[in-house]
């Protein structure tokens, strides 16, 4: 950000919280950098995390995808803070900016402690942290790893921050992936990694008293997998029911540790769903999509908060058709939709 950029006034309400932008960074930036917890995800526009209401003033909106914001959303004065710059002093409209602002974003390097692959997909990174330094970090979000040329790939720590110093990331092989390839081909326990966050604002809303829907496909497990050790490191007994999909059984592949989870958390409820067994998975639980699944056991959400995570397909399904069909209101839905180097990139 030069010396000489224009800055303007930005307030959030109905919170009344107040920031600079420069002219050169986006709104969503600005916010980081003042320590402002704003919600997003993916940071790229696209996936539709930040979006907010535009209540007055002018921005104008670098690439993103038509997805994340609409050009009917856009005609209503939404906007992606991700994506827009000030072109003047900005009020918006979000109602799920954390009261407790955001917590300080570092880099640092990182020691890979272990790799454990559950599945021919998924690998199980744990990663250890410098013995100097305090990683705070709220359940639900996630970290960046910066590759030599810059580059940098997200996931989010599967693992409750009491249960530390180290973190664990639940890591799906992309074939063709840059990190992921590494990852499931030469990497190697002691491998020196640089990472920096935290990231996100998917993390469990305190402070409210409803009811809960978690909703995971594949390693979108991960971010729920935290949330709810810290729930019950927490004494938090808000009922809630977590919905796990995959396409075969072993997709599921921390499904012992949920139902052992299940007998130490009575308030929690869990509900497995394959879309594509196969017939020797001898699979006798529920089939199907997994947003669907929870349509068929909910007609009514409206006192509820859902948190979605995993595929970009599945959370955008969810968000329309709960809000749409079973009376969810938009501000309790919150999401982390795990977006693809090629969802980022692709066409707006």
Not at 76 to 104: F, H, I, N, W, Y
Not at 160 to 183: C, K, N, S, Y
Not at 207 to 228: N, Q, R
Request: charged fraction near 20%; charge should be neutral.
């Amino acid at each position: 950000m030069s010396s000489s950029a224009a800055s303007f006034s930005i307030t959030v309400q109905p919170a009344d919280i107040r920031f600079e932008a420069s002219t050169e960074e986006t709104v969503l930036a600005a916010g980081i950098r003042n320590g402002i917890g704003l919600p997003y995800g993916c940071k790229d526009g696209a996936c539709g995390s930040c979006k907010c209401k535009l209540v007055s003033g002018q921005v104008t909106h670098s690439n993103f995808q038509r997805k994340a914001l609409s050009e009917a959303e856009e005609a209503q004065g939404m906007v992606l803070t991700c994506s827009a710059k000030a072109l003047s002093d900005l009020v918006l409209e979000s109602r799920q900016v954390s009261p407790a602002g955001a917590l300080p974003v570092r880099k640092m390097p990182t020691r890979v402690s272990a790799l454990v692959r559950k599945t021919a997909d998924v690998m199980l990174m744990d990663l250890q942290l410098p013995a100097t330094e305090t990683f705070a970090y709220r359940a639900g979000q996630y970290v960046e790893f910066i590759l030599r040329d810059g580059a940098r790939r997200s996931y989010s720590m599967a693992n409750a921050p009491h249960t530390g110093p180290g973190v664990q990331l639940h890591i799906r092989h992309m074939p063709g992936g840059r990190f992921t390839d590494t990852v499931f081909g030469s990497m190697k326990e002691r491998d020196i990694l640089r990472i920096e966050g935290p990231m996100g604002s998917f993390f469990l809303r305190e402070d409210s008293d409803k009811p809960l829907v978690f909703l995971a496909s594949g390693t979108g497990f991960a971010p729920l997998k935290a949330i709810l050790e810290h729930m019950q490191h927490s004494g938090i007994t808000r009922p809630v029911t977590l919905y796990w999909g995959g396409r075969r059984p072993a997709d599921l592949y921390m499904d012992d540790w949920m139902r052992a989870q299940c007998a130490a958390m009575p308030s929690l409820r869990y509900v497995p769903v394959v879309s594509d067994a196969l017939p020797e998975d001898a699979w006798q639980g529920r089939s199907g999509f997994v947003h669907r699944a929870v349509l068929e056991d909910f007609a009514d959400l409206s006192l509820h908060q859902v948190y979605a995570c995993g595929a970009p397909i599945v959370v955008e399904s969810a968000r329309r058709d709960f809000c749409n069909l079973v009376g969810l209101p938009e501000s309790e839905f919150f999401a982390d939709s795990f977006t693809s180097e090629a969802d980022k990139h692709s066409a707006s």
